[in-house]
């Protein structure tokens, strides 16, 4: 047999039994071509082996940082009251006390009058005894009451009544039952500082809770009367107290703790004296603010009653500034005052002008006070 008929013979074999498994490209020469396939292998897909994705990478953690601390204020810095030795003096160290501990006690009788008995009695405050005046209508009651504060005197001449008996009687005899303290350290009372004014007041105002309870007392608030230095303290009592159901100024002593302070200064000095260190033991100038709250001027919006100021325009003693601050200091703070100007009249009224003064503080009292 012809050598190249017999390798076609077995390549013709081989490509017949091969035919199921595999597809056979023809063989490429340089320069020849390619012999077309004699059969078509069918092919199987090829198994394709999915790779597994590789792992997404991790993300470094993201550095977060602490904020940044907020520092806590420092406690604001209390400033310590450098007279807080005195600040019970002070209007609103008055008002947070408490008053009225004893009783009244009658002494003696001193006067018997066709419309009233006056009495000398006593009673205590802040461990003093203090003698006052009570004028007492006659008959049952009750009677509405009236305390009544007198003007300075010198103590070595000083009595039970001086300065307050004419408007008392003249109340007393219209049914009111008056009541006129001597205060510390005048008449029979005990002998004690009055620091910036403020013993005196507190005086008055451990008065009105006593004489609330007296038997023949009408239920209730009282009235209270004041001239010059009393009428200061009447005007420092109606900002402290709200017992007081009506008050009327008399020729009133400043209610601006500074000025009164100056004002004894000079009239201490007039007389060849010096203001009383004990009384007065810290200057304005050293403690402005301490006098600021010494005063009743800023506090006039405590003011719960009516009140009724009498002044004479030839005032020898009290300028016209001084009720009318008051005056002025009530209107602003919404409160129901009246004023009356008594032409050409001195600190102590006269005559006609005094009976007029005393007709319209009886009618105050008895609209104000009396039920």
Request: charged share 20%.
């Amino acid at each position: 047999m012809n050598r190249k008929l017999m390798i076609s013979i077995v390549l013709g074999g081989v490509l017949i039994g091969c035919a199921d498994t595999a597809q056979v490209s023809p063989t490429s020469q340089p320069g020849a071509t390619a012999a077309p396939a004699t059969a078509v292998a069918q092919t199987s897909p090829p198994t394709v082996v999915a790779e597994a994705p590789a792992p997404a990478a991790t993300p470094a953690p993201t550095a977060i940082r602490a904020p940044t601390p907020i520092p806590t204020p420092a406690p604001p810095t209390v400033t310590p009251d450098q007279w807080a030795e005195y600040a019970p003096f002070t209007i609103e160290g008055l008002r947070q006390r408490s008053y009225g501990e004893g009783e009244i006690a009658i002494l003696e009788v001193l006067e018997e009058t066709a419309n009233f008995t006056r009495y000398l009695v006593e009673y205590p405050s802040d461990g003093l005894r203090i003698t006052a005046m009570l004028n007492q209508p006659r008959g049952d009651g009750p009677f509405p009451v009236v305390i009544l504060n007198h003007g300075y005197y010198p103590l070595d001449v000083y009595q039970t009544g001086n300065g307050s008996k004419l408007a008392a009687d003249y109340l007393a005899d219209r049914g009111f039952l008056a009541l006129a303290p001597d205060l510390r350290s005048h008449a029979g009372s005990d002998d004690a500082p009055n620091q910036f004014r403020a013993g005196h007041v507190i005086d008055v105002l451990n008065l009105i809770p006593l004489a609330q309870r007296l038997p023949t007392a009408q239920p209730g608030k009282v009235g209270m009367w004041g001239h010059s230095n009393g009428g200061a303290i009447t005007a420092k009592a109606m900002v402290v107290s709200d017992q007081l159901a009506a008050a009327v100024i008399y020729a009133p002593a400043s209610s601006n703790i500074e000025e009164d302070y100056w004002f004894r200064v000079e009239r201490s000095a007039s007389r060849g004296q010096q203001i009383d260190p004990i009384d007065w033991p810290v200057a304005p100038a050293e403690a402005p603010d301490l006098y600021q709250r010494l005063s009743p001027l800023p506090y006039l919006n405590y003011v719960n009653s009516p009140v009724l100021i009498h002044y004479g325009t030839a005032d020898e003693i009290v300028p016209l500034k001084w009720p009318d601050d008051l005056r002025a200091g009530l209107v602003e703070a919404g409160k129901v005052v009246r004023m009356e100007l008594y032409e050409g009249q001195p600190h102590s009224f006269q005559g006609e002008a005094n009976q007029r003064y005393l007709v319209d503080t009886a009618a105050f009292f008895a609209e104000h006070v009396r039920r």
